[in-house]
């Protein structure tokens, strides 16, 4: 397989083949990511991602899951991933699932129909980053996507039968807005009844539009205390009908949380309560990663 830049995937998809179909975020704005900042968008040309598969298949003996990236595969027309699709189809037998990164837009370009022939052709789920549930932060991180957008886009992509893995980031509204980044992030997650969350915690990195807002005061950092306090309100404004499953045992995270809503969500707060009380349960600040 070939790789341009700097590869980047979910958690989830640690053990899964990772094929390149399009380079780099149609995005690229959101002021917290340097993800892909090295890279401009384009789609990489049919003929190539053909020969990645082929190499793949004549280089791995089994291949159980299969991840698609860059940034927004999803941007593709289903045209192109049907094509790309089909022959994951027949070189790879048993793979059980292939995952997608997209943003809410690419979700809203695409009708329930197409979701479906998406979902057909193997497609097992779509990861989306949502961030936060507050329209303010969402202005000022310019995730280019509104509260009820991103809403609409996880609901489109669960009603097609398709699973959404949800992304949050704590700390996002810094000082100013946690309160407000908390409950109305809650509330989200509430309308919007994905199939998983994740939940990272916000860590200051050099590069990003976000890092000279902080550096230069104009936001201001949680601290690890209120960041448990934020997660416990966000779990208190919880309310979903079918399970979800929770996850917030990312490298990122101070504290790692890990169950299935709603029944787990007791558990969750008192381990977020435990704690705040004892400050050694907390991970080390040089030890949290991106």
Not at 116 to 125: C, Q, S
Not at 240 to 263: E, I, M, W
Request: hydrophobic share 40%.
């Amino acid at each position: 397989m070939r790789y341009e830049g700097m590869v980047y995937r979910p958690p989830s998809e640690a053990y899964s083949l990772i094929i390149q179909v399009t380079i780099g975020c149609t995005h690229n704005k959101c002021t917290f990511c340097n993800m892909f900042k090295e890279k401009k968008f384009r789609v990489r040309n049919v003929d190539e991602v053909m020969e990645d598969l082929q190499m793949a298949r004549n280089y791995y003996r089994h291949v159980g899951k299969i991840f698609l990236a860059d940034g927004d595969a999803l941007a593709l027309r289903n045209e192109k991933l049907s094509v790309i699709l089909n022959r994951i189809a027949e070189l790879f037998p048993e793979c059980q699932r292939v995952g997608i990164y997209g943003s809410p837009k690419d979700v809203l370009r695409k009708t329930h129909e197409e979701l479906k022939e998406l979902r057909e052709h193997g497609i097992g789920i779509i990861y989306i980053g949502a961030e936060s549930g507050n329209e303010e932060v969402l202005l000022d991180v310019r995730k280019n996507a509104t509260r009820d957008e991103i809403i609409k886009a996880v609901r489109m992509i669960e009603d097609a039968g398709i699973k959404s893995s949800v992304t949050f980031i704590n700390g996002l509204g810094g000082k100013r807005l946690w309160r407000e980044h908390a409950i109305d992030t809650g509330t989200m997650i509430s309308e919007m009844q994905p199939s998983y969350v994740g939940l990272l915690t916000l860590v200051n990195e050099p590069g990003t539009e976000m890092y000279e807002n902080i550096k230069s005061g104009k936001m201001e950092l949680l601290t690890a205390e209120e960041v448990l306090a934020e997660t416990k309100l966000m779990l208190e404004n919880i309310n979903v009908v079918k399970p979800c499953v929770f996850r917030s045992n990312h490298a990122s995270n101070y504290v790692a949380l890990k169950g299935d809503l709603p029944k787990d969500r007791d558990k969750m707060i008192g381990q977020l309560e435990h704690a705040m009380k004892h400050k050694d349960a907390l991970r080390d600040e040089r030890f949290r990663m991106v």
